[in-house]
């Protein structure tokens, strides 16, 4: 974990004071969904000719139904990522590819054995760390950028307090406004 703190920061003192070319700073909404769940987020973006930074934080509301460890698995919590967008072309406009670190607090609610007298319920604290790759389009129309996006990749539970919960490959579909 303080790895992933150290190299998060050595990363934002790199791009922020490289001394980058036309520097501009935006920020706006995104959400992204995935097959168990959506994750709505505000995001601060630095950005250069072709290179941006991008942080942001939010909340990721979860529910892996049956498609978790547990029968029944919801909740969600608050976190936040950093990542790195390059452009083809100009910032903001056309194809651009990335990466991105999320870590997340959940707290996930279970439930196994569902409807019958044997049912069990209990509660598991995790954190979750979802390193993806990403690609996207970018649309500028003057103050407005407009960039649906794809990333794949990982969610890790590396941090279990309680039952182990769902984890594993995870594909995700966003928009992003920015202003």
């Given amino acids: 974990m303080r790895a992933i703190i150290q190299f998060s920061a ?3 003192v790199m791009l922020f004071g490289s001394g980058l070319t036309a520097q501009s700073f935006h920020w706006g909404p995104e959400v992204q969904v995935y097959p168990t769940g ?3 987020t505000i995001a601060i973006e630095h ?6 930074l991008n942080i942001r934080f939010g909340y990721n509301l979860v529910n892996h139904r049956d498609l978790g460890v547990q029968d029944d698995e919801r909740g969600g919590g608050f976190g936040g990522s950093l990542a790195y967008f390059y452009f083809l072309k100009d910032y903001g406009r056309g194809l651009f ?3 991105r670190a999320d870590l997340w607090r959940n707290t996930i ?4 054995q569902v409807g019958t007298p044997q049912e069990v319920r209990g509660t598991s604290k995790i954190f979750v760390l979802q390193p993806t790759a990403l690609a996207g389009f970018a649309w500028d129309f003057g103050p407005v950028q407009f960039r649906p996006n794809v990333a794949f990749g990982a969610e890790l539970n590396v941090k279990t307090e309680g ?6 490959a995870i594909l995700l579909v966003g928009v992003q406004v920015l202003f």
């Fill in 163 to 168: 039952r182990e919960v769902g984890h594993g």
């Fill in 109 to 112: 609610k279970w439930k196994d």
């Fill in 97 to 99: 590819v990335g990466g």
């Fill in 38 to 40: 959506v994750i709505p």
């Fill in 10 to 12: 050595l990363l934002a």
């Fill in 47 to 52: 950005a250069s000719f072709h290179d941006a």
